[in-house]
T-cell receptor
Framework: DTGVSQDPRHKITKRGQNVTFRCDPI?????LYWYRQTLGQGPEFLTY????????KSRLLSDRFSAERPKGSFSTLEIQRTEQGDSAMYLC???????????FGSGTQLSVL | AQTVTQSQPEMSVQEAETVTLSCTYD???????LFWYKQPPSRQMILVIR??????QNATENRFSVNFQKAAKSFSLKISDSQLGDAAMYFC???????????FGTGTRLQVFP
């Protein structure tokens, strides 16, 4: 069990650029979650997958955001045309079943200049 | 709407002493899950303890225990024999049965002094 890994750990980008983050869940976990955490706040749910199917998306996930989980393994979260308000930590988590115990990664800290 | 409130932005405790972190939530559901997560400076959220709402018995995990008051919609975390490694942000979270989405509070920063 190597845990949930996220890459990169930090990302600095200019406004208007596209960014992509990767999450590798614990291998036997079929559920994968993305959360966003801004300074001084708790994590906010963005979306989750069961295997390769995206089952729920938050209204926070505007059309500039897209998440994929091809073949039900790793997942990517892409943000197009980044805005300063996108600056946050993006957390990935995985679970063996229905969200009763989530295992989180260390997050990707995004700074949009 | 379901919400989670943590009214203590910061708490401090002396090593070996006991501290209680507060959490209240709002829901119209009768069955749900409640959690406490710890987020150390490494940023990785770690599950501390979990409570199923249908269970009357308060959950306990070693030095961590909860006081679950369903009617009052209160879910406090007690840390006994506090250790320096307990210093972290602590988040209370709620999960309804019909979704996998966790709803988090704003967190409480716990400082532990030697």
């Amino acid at each position: 069990d190597t845990g949930v890994s996220q890459d990169p750990r930090h990302k600095i980008t200019k406004r208007g650029q596209n960014v992509t983050f990767r999450c590798d869940p614990i291998s036997e976990h079929n559920r994968l979650y993305w959360y966003r955490q801004t300074l001084g706040q708790g994590p906010e749910f963005l979306t989750y997958f069961q295997n390769e199917a995206q089952l729920e998306k938050s209204r926070l996930l505007s059309d500039r955001f897209s998440a994929e989980r091809p073949k039900g393994s790793f997942s990517t979260l892409e943000i197009q045309r980044t805005e300063q308000g996108d600056s946050a930590m993006y957390l990935c988590a995985s679970s063996p079943r229905g969200g009763e115990k989530l295992f989180f990664g260390s997050g990707t800290q995004l700074s949009v200049l | 709407a379901q919400t989670v409130t943590q009214s203590q932005p910061e708490m401090s405790v002396q090593e070996a002493e006991t501290v209680t972190l507060s959490c209240t939530y709002d829901t119209s559901e009768s069955d749900y899950y409640l959690f406490w997560y710890k987020q150390p400076p490494s940023r990785q959220m770690i599950l501390v303890i979990r409570q199923e709402a249908y269970k009357q018995q308060n959950a306990t995990e070693n030095r961590f225990s909860v006081n679950f008051q369903k009617a009052a919609k209160s879910f406090s975390l007690k840390i006994s024999d506090s250790q320096l490694g307990d210093a972290a942000m602590y988040f209370c979270a709620y999960k309804p049965l019909d979704t996998d989405k966790l709803i988090f509070g704003t967190g409480t920063r716990l400082q532990v002094f030697p």
